[in-house]
């Protein structure tokens, strides 16, 4: 029987989305006052630019790959536990482990190993919260409204980048205004005594975990029921052979994976955007932002709020809309093809507003991709195997980030940064215009194909196991 969701199922995403989005700003906030607290406080000397460097990397680091390798092993918890228990268990260990930097931050015992430490701890438990609420809110949206809500999902992501920035420095800010009499009172007196507002940051990051627990509380999320946790011979599966399950899922259906590596080629490619956009703007676009006045931060800054505001609108875009209903995978490739094409004007731009447009249009087309490509991912893949599976296929298609990451910092100090990113572009609009006559891929949604090949691929591995015993 197909599985229908709840008849209030999307209110109670709404509500799921509203309170989780509350610790998505929460989060953001955390890693910008992380970062002040680096800058100004642990390595504020300009000769302590090296150990600066170093710090900020690690920390990205300690966050990047715990969320990447231990995705496959979370995703298979979600799909054998209740993943309303789980997002809440994770919400308040997160909001512990986000208490316990703000009490280090305030006390001043805060050494950059148990920054890293906490880091990574927090990105271990984002791993598991990230499989739990990928795969729920599948349980409580009717399929024809999951663009919808996956575009909602997009659509927060932007929006703390847009607004985070600002409210961390405001409350960053605090301690300095009461010191100057701005804020008086008690309170202007507490503010004061503190030596920055990075502590105060933090524990707002706090109360917003704890709170996005207390909600799921008086939530209904249901979860699958798992008739395959023992093994033909009774004995009981483990978590590892969840996890091959979840791959094998993937290996045995072409087209998912063809969809899969298009992704992995494209996050390579848009991977050293982050490390060139600053070259850019400090090199390539340095005549005209010159001649217009601006400053290098501002330019910058310029470049950084026009991408949100373009993820933002892409995000709304996609949500009002819904999608495409059939061929979802031209939302895809149509998109990653638009990302190519803003790489290469990008890269060849000497003016800045042109290449801000070009960030806006990039950035403001990611939304749209990934909702039909989540949706597709939704679809044609069993509720009660999504956990699995979206692990694995994060851990592939993710992979490939640190990358290109590692080769932007290569290539991006050898070569024009601008030039290095307009071939780039190419190559993925050349790879991604191949993909419309992928005749694999263009049968992504058909479900029946994809679990016939998937029982073919299956008793051939039946046949050549009993084979190989054979002999």
Request: net charge positive.
């Amino acid at each position: 029987m197909t599985y229908q969701p709840p008849a209030n199922g999307f209110r109670t995403f709404l509500i799921l989305w509203a309170t989780q989005s509350v610790s998505v700003f929460g989060s953001a906030l955390s890693f910008f006052a992380v970062t002040i607290w680096l800058t100004q406080t642990l390595y504020p000397l300009p000769e302590q630019k090296p150990q600066l460097a170093f710090a900020l990397s690690a920390v990205s680091l300690a966050y990047a790959l715990p969320t990447v390798f231990i995705a496959p092993l979370a995703g298979a918890w979600a799909d054998r536990h209740d993943r309303k228990r789980t997002m809440m268990t994770v919400d308040a260990l997160s909001g512990c482990v986000s208490f316990t930097l703000a009490i280090l931050m305030l006390t001043q015992n805060l050494h950059l190993w148990i920054l890293i430490a906490l880091v990574v701890l927090y990105a271990t438990l984002a791993a598991f919260h990230f499989s739990a609420f990928d795969t729920s809110y599948a349980m409580l949206v009717p399929e024809k409204q999951l663009p919808r809500a996956n575009g909602m999902m997009q659509t927060i992501w932007a929006l703390s980048g847009i607004l985070s920035p600002g409210i961390a420095a405001t409350i960053i800010s605090l301690p300095a205004l009461a010191r100057q009499g701005v804020i008086g009172g008690t309170l202007g007196a507490a503010l004061a005594s503190l030596r920055d507002g990075t502590p105060l940051t933090i524990a707002l990051n706090t109360l917003t975990f704890f709170f996005s627990a207390s909600v799921l509380v008086f939530l209904s999320i249901p979860s699958p029921k798992r008739t395959d946790l023992r093994a033909a011979d009774g004995t009981k599966k483990s978590i590892w052979s969840d996890v091959k399950d979840g791959a094998r899922y993937i290996w045995y259906r072409q087209p998912l994976l063809w969809l899969l590596g298009t992704f992995t080629v494209a996050n390579f490619i848009s991977a050293p955007l982050g490390i060139f956009m600053p070259l850019i703007v400090k090199f390539n676009l340095a005549a005209d932002w010159l001649a217009r006045g601006l400053t290098f931060e501002t330019a910058f800054a310029l470049l950084s709020t026009v991408g949100s505001i373009g993820g933002v609108v892409g995000g709304v875009l996609i949500s009002a809309w819904g999608g495409l209903k059939r061929r979802r995978v031209y939302g895809v490739i149509g998109g990653m093809v638009i990302v190519g094409c803003a790489m290469i004007v990008l890269g060849l731009s000497p003016w800045l507003y042109l290449t801000a447009a070009m960030v806006f249009c990039a950035q403001g087309i990611v939304p749209i991709m990934n909702a039909h490509s989540q949706t597709i991912w939704q679809t044609q893949t069993p509720r009660e195997m999504q956990g699995r599976v979206f692990a694995v296929r994060r851990l592939i298609a993710q992979f490939s980030m640190p990358l290109g990451m590692a080769f932007g910092g290569i290539v991006g100090g050898l070569f024009n940064p601008g030039t290095v990113i307009a071939v780039l572009g190419g190559i993925l609009l050349v790879f991604c215009i191949g993909q419309f006559f992928n005749p694999y891929l263009l049968r992504v949604e058909d479900k029946v194909f994809l679990d016939e090949m998937a029982a073919r691929r299956t008793t051939l591995q039946v046949s050549g196991s009993k084979f190989k015993v054979e002999t």
